[in-house]
Structures are given as C-alpha cells and as structure tokens.
C-alpha cells in the first residue's frame, strides 16, 4: 500500500464547476500536510498548507480528517489556469525537519 | 533572487557513465533536498542535508552520492549510471523555521536519460 494515496483521474471539468480532490495516508505520525500543484513538466509548487480546522484561500478550500488520515481539496469556480496534477503531501518529520512524503498526483483538466 | 536553479537541464548518458548534477539556491535555506520523479510514481527523497558539510540518506540513496561543501549548493554525483535511474531529477531547498509548514521550493528539474 502507498502511504500516500490519490486517484490520478484525470478529472475532465468545465470552467466554472467546483471539483474535489481526495487524499488519505497511512502513518498516523505524520506531522504536516501539503497541497502542492505541478504544472506539465515543471516543478511542483505549494498550492497551500492543510491545517487540522480546515482552510480557505480564494477558490481553494483543503480539509483534514486525522481520524480517518483523509485530506480533501475542493476547488471553486474553476478556471482554465487551473489545469494541473495537484499533489497531496503528508510530511512525517520531526519538529522543524521536514520529511515529505508525494502521493503520485491528481490529474485536472478544465476545458471551456 | 534566482531561488533554486539546476544543472543540466537535460543529460543523456550511457550506462557506466558518470555525472554530477548541481543544485544552487540563494536565499540561505539551511535545508537542501534531492528528490527523483517517475511515471506511476510520487516524488521520491533521495538525499539530503540539513546543513552546510551534512548529507543524509533518503528513501532510495543506491548508486547516488551527495556533498554540500558550501550552504548555497547541493551537488548529486551518479558514480556509474544505470538505466533505472532515467527520471527527473528535482532539488529543493527550505528555510530553517521551527514551524513543520514551511514551504520547499523546488528547482525547475533535470531530464536525464541513461541509455
């Protein structure tokens, strides 16, 4: 089993429809959590943290659920330029060291 | 600021071979990172140094080696290259705060292909 597991999709959606991605891990230590976004062929970029109350930025929204090591990422209003594999990242380290475990990606499309 | 930047950005090398490959960040991060990337595959850690003159392994460290000589670089060295180690090749680097969620930055990759 992966300890960091996403269905790949792709996720074919129009502009405009609100999306959801989901995540669970299988270490229960682990620390941190991440979404980072990956354009095709680029480096991965940190989309946002993912804080144990739940976070919002703009059209972003990431949950947690520790008891069922479940991580969600619900996308609002989605646009063109969001066309991406969104990574889900657990970090199993220890105070300020990081140790960041990827899941394989999920893949979005939004077409017009 | 340039952030991380790699060298090469593509390498083709046949089996046996050897190669360095340079990661150089400059915004004083005292954590370096090397990850590889495949198909099917999340980022996987390699190596990594927590400070200048410090390396540690990562999860898959066979048939790579590393040195950070001085804190701004970060050096991934193939001894004898193998054809499993065709992948894209990522360096990040990250700040030394206390909090768990500070953020790496990752350089732009290296391609290579071992033949």
């Known amino acids: 089993r992966k300890e960091v597991e996403q269905d790949p999709g792709p996720f074919n959606v129009p502009e405009g429809a609100t999306v959801a991605f989901n995540c669970t891990y299988s270490?229960?230590?682990?620390?941190?959590f991440f979404w980072y976004r990956q354009d095709c062929r680029k480096e991965p970029k940190l989309l946002m943290s993912?804080?144990?109350s739940g976070n919002e930025d703009g059209r972003f929204t990431a949950q947690l659920n520790r008891a069922s090591q479940y991580i969600s990422l619900l996308i609002r209003d989605s646009k063109l330029s969001d066309s991406a594999t969104y990574l889900c990242?657990?970090?199993?380290?220890?105070?300020?060291?990081?140790?960041?475990?990827f899941g394989t990606g999920t893949r979005l499309l939004v077409s017009p | 600021n340039a952030g991380v930047t790699q060298t090469p950005k593509f390498r083709v090398l046949k089996t046996g071979q050897s190669m360095t490959l340079l990661c150089a960040q400059d915004m004083n991060h005292e954590y370096m990172y090397w990850y590889r990337q495949d198909p099917g595959m999340g980022l996987r850690l390699i190596h990594y140094?927590?400070?200048?003159?410090?390396?540690a392994k990562g999860e898959v460290p066979d048939g790579y080696n590393v040195s950070r000589l001085k804190k701004q670089n970060f050096l991934l060295g193939l001894e004898s290259a193998a054809p499993s180690q065709t992948s894209v090749y990522f360096c990040a680097s990250r700040g030394d705060g206390r909090g768990s969620y500070n953020e790496q930055f990752f350089g732009p990759g290296t391609r290579l292909t071992v033949l």
């Open positions: 990242v657990v970090n199993q380290g220890l105070g300020g060291f990081q140790k960041l475990v």
């Open positions: 993912v804080y144990s």
């Open positions: 140094s927590v400070g200048e003159g410090t390396t």
């Open positions: 270490n229960s230590a682990s620390q941190s």
